[in-house]
T-cell receptor, first 116, second 114 residues
């Protein structure tokens, strides 16, 4: 399958700071990327969908000013958690879809964010 | 609205035993169904998917799943479980096309006893 890489794999930050998570499609052009959040022992909840060159579409209840998503190129999307607080601590996973890879979306390995 | 139910939060099986993980879905049209596996601290790996054709789908690592429209189910099976299969398993449903946003079940944690 296609390769989607997230960086960093884990990050610890101080409360009030901002953290950027990168999601890269390594061997295909990702026209659409999805950002999910997963709480411990729970399922994945879709946060937002982004199409290259367009503003992201956020799911209901997700603060767009807090979770900034940029999808400026066909191989990179970023999620920035602004003014992070301990309740933002979670596992964030991206997935990417490209027309050259059919309709399947491929997942990154996830990023564990801990806010202290 | 679409939804996915995985009734079993935890399942424990002995190595070599057969496995069946249940998944029921609710969807207004023809669904696109997936099973993913997640190891601790890792992303998701696709095991198999179904959107049309033969209702018995073969996947990687010896897994298979059967789509039963009448029961709105897509149960995952494996004839003989290996210790390395211990992980979290997620069933997901999406619109035809599959690449659009998916709705995930709450997951089933599989423990394998040696």
């Amino acid at each position: 399958g296609a390769v989607v890489s997230q960086h960093p794999s884990w990050v610890i930050c101080k409360s009030g700071t901002s953290v950027k998570i990168e999601c890269r499609s390594l061997d295909f052009q990702a026209t659409t990327m999805f950002w999910y959040r997963q709480f411990p022992k729970q399922s994945l909840m879709l946060m937002a969908t982004s199409n290259e060159g367009s503003k992201a579409t956020y799911e209901q209840g997700v603060e767009k000013d807090k979770f900034l998503i940029n999808h400026a190129s066909l191989t990179l999307s970023t999620l920035t958690v602004t003014s992070a607080h301990p309740e933002d601590s979670s596992f964030y996973i991206c997935s990417a879809r490209g027309t050259s890879r059919g309709t399947e979306a491929f997942f990154g390995q996830g990023t564990r964010l801990t806010v202290v | 609205a679409q939804s996915v139910t995985q009734p079993d939060i935890h399942i424990t099986v002995s190595e070599g035993a057969s496995l069946e993980l249940r998944c029921n879905y609710s969807y207004g049209a023809t669904p696109y169904l997936f099973w993913y596996v997640q190891s601790p601290g890792q992303g998701l790996q696709l095991l198999l998917k179904y959107f049309s054709g033969d209702t018995l789908v073969q996947g990687i690592k010896g897994f298979e799943a059967e789509f039963k429209r009448s029961q709105s189910s897509f149960n995952l099976r494996k004839p003989s479980v290996h210790w390395s299969d211990a992980a979290e398993y997620f069933c997901a449903v999406g619109p035809t096309g599959g690449g659009n946003k998916l709705t995930f079940g709450t997951g089933t944690q599989l423990k394998v006893e040696l």
